[in-house]
């Protein structure tokens, strides 16, 4: 099996060197990274100096904004070279070798999960919201890379071909939307974002902030959501290739 | 080696049935060939066979196995070559073989001596997508015996083909068989049925009409008769004489010692008239 996988990583490594937009979805998470530690203090204090308004409400808008953006990249990066191998047919093939469909999209979506594991960690780290205890730190982190296969398995499954998945990369983008739900709209409302997972993570991190009696509801919450997802997804995609 | 028992199988959200009540067997170190016309159902019970398609009724078994309870080695004893090559476009010949290579945890074949037997030597380093159809077709037959399979599954193995690569194909399958391995071969391709195989299945909407040898049909569906061509004062002439007692026959006899022969041949029909007769449909 680690053979397998081995040699499945070798060929992506070879696919993203050869092509310029999976080659910075790679680099993406890093860029994001160094963007937000860099230049995201300078801006809002840029901002407040300048126009005198306190940006630091926004600071934890903008840290989800850029935290959701790491599974968002590597997901489309997932999902693309899922997208590839369902056009050029490669997922059939699959299914007759001792790999399977089942190890093939297992591999698929482990890859960007941990992709998104390491690079949340990276950004949770270095960054002043993550002083929380380590369980809770490491479980919003678990949480937020389940976005990446949720991702991957989206594009793979609702696109037949790479420009329907341009098109719902772009539809993607929506989900950065939750933080801005829960931070600008009034609390009655807020619950239509409910049907994002990025609403449940949002919340978990809300409660982890500043209210972790509700710690653990959102947390089992935001497990069932993604889990319900992934599962429709999967099931869906599996139809289409079988 | 395989056995098929009362075979049916619906696509989901289909009304009727795509494979409807097929049995059949294919003997060990056999070729067979299932032959029919576009959307006959050929590729679906290929499917089936292969482990791709589940939710069929019947029985299906692969030596004493029913296909329902295969475990995931039993993909290493099989090689499917797909009609379209599916393989990763921006690798090369070699990348693509030993991509394909490493997903199985056997002794895996010389990829370097399977391409010179197929005549892509020259290409190792040549990108997928570069190839011309046939040697994509090439590459695709040399990945299904990458592995050494006992069951080669061929999908219209000289698609695309010209005529001097389709003899060199047809002579690879031939060599494999004298390897020992058992092939099913599903082609609408009537003359490389005959060529290859030892037996055929005629399926046509989803059932098996016959299943014999093509020398079997050519002779049954045939006429017993020889045509003569022959010159008669420079007019090209032809007469028909029953097989039946032909060396006692005085006018085939003086016709052969007097008269300037130009052709002779046995009229058994070809497969592909055998197959009209039979179903009714016309190979497309």
């Keep these: 099996m680690i053979k397998k996988v081995a040699s499945l990583a070798h060929s992506d490594l070879k696919n993203i060197r050869t092509d310029p937009m999976l080659l910075l979805a790679f680099i993406g998470p890093l860029i994001l990274i160094v963007v937000y530690h860099t230049g995201i203090p300078v801006g809002l204090s840029m901002l407040t100096s300048q126009f005198n308004v306190d940006m630091r409400l926004y600071e934890k808008l903008s840290f989800l904004v850029f935290l959701f953006m790491l599974p968002l990249i590597t997901g489309m990066l997932g999902g693309f070279l899922m997208l590839e191998e369902k056009e050029s047919q490669l997922i059939t093939y699959y299914s007759i070798t001792p790999l399977g469909h089942k190890g093939y999209v297992l591999f698929r979506l482990t890859v960007p999960f941990l992709i998104t594991f390491i690079s949340v960690l990276l950004f949770m780290k270095f960054s002043h919201f993550s002083s929380m205890p380590i369980i809770w730190f490491v479980f919003t982190a678990i949480i937020t890379s ?42 009655g409302m807020q619950w239509i974002g409910g049907v994002l997972p990025t609403f449940w993570i949002t919340k978990l991190f809300q409660s982890a902030w500043s209210n972790p009696s509700e710690f653990i509801v959102h947390l089992v919450v935001s497990i069932c959501v993604h889990l319900i997802v992934l599962l429709f997804l999967y099931r869906r995609f599996s139809r289409q290739i079988a | 080696m395989i056995t098929v028992n009362n075979l049916e199988f619906t696509y989901p959200k289909s009304t009727s049935q795509t494979i409807r009540g097929i049995t059949f067997s294919i003997h060990p170190g056999e070729i067979f060939g299932f032959l029919g016309p576009s959307g006959a159902g050929k590729s679906t019970l290929q499917n089936i066979l292969i482990g791709m398609l589940k939710g069929y009724r019947g029985d299906v078994y692969i030596g004493e196995q029913e296909l329902r309870t295969i475990h995931r080695d039993f993909f290493k004893n099989i090689g499917v070559a797909f009609e379209f090559p599916n393989f990763y476009s921006k690798f090369t010949v070699l990348e693509n073989l030993h991509f394909f290579g490493s997903l199985y945890s056997k002794q895996l074949k010389d990829p370097f001596s399977l391409l010179a037997m197929v005549g892509l030597e020259d290409h190792l380093h040549t990108r997928f997508s570069y190839l011309s159809k046939g040697m994509k077709m090439r590459l695709n037959f040399c990945r299904a015996l ?139």
């Design chain 1, 146 to 187: 389940m976005l990446a296969p949720l991702i991957s398995l989206g594009l793979a499954s609702f696109a037949t071909t790479r420009v329907d998945g341009f098109a719902l990369s772009k539809m993607s983008s929506l989900l950065i939307v939750s933080p801005f739900i829960i931070f600008l709209v009034p609390s």
């Design chain 2, 146 to 284: 990458l592995h050494d399979p006992s069951i080669l599954f061929l999908d219209e193995p000289t698609s695309g083909l010209d005529p001097r690569n389709k003899e060199v194909m047809k002579e690879m399958i031939r060599k494999q068989q004298e390897e020992g391995k058992t092939i099913i071969l599903t082609t609408h391709d009537m003359q490389v049925a005959d060529d290859l195989c030892n037996r055929v299945a005629f399926i046509v909407d989803g059932q098996i009409k016959l299943i014999d040898t093509p020398r079997n049909l050519k002779l049954q569906y045939g006429k017993r008769i020889v045509r003569i061509e022959y010159r008669d004062n420079a007019t090209l002439t032809n007469w028909d004489f029953d097989l039946q007692r032909i060396g006692s026959d005085p006018a085939f006899l003086n016709l052969i010692q007097k008269k300037e022969i130009e052709t002779i041949h046995s009229q058994e029909t070809t497969l592909g008239k055998v197959f009209i007769d039979v179903t009714g449909t016309a190979l497309i």
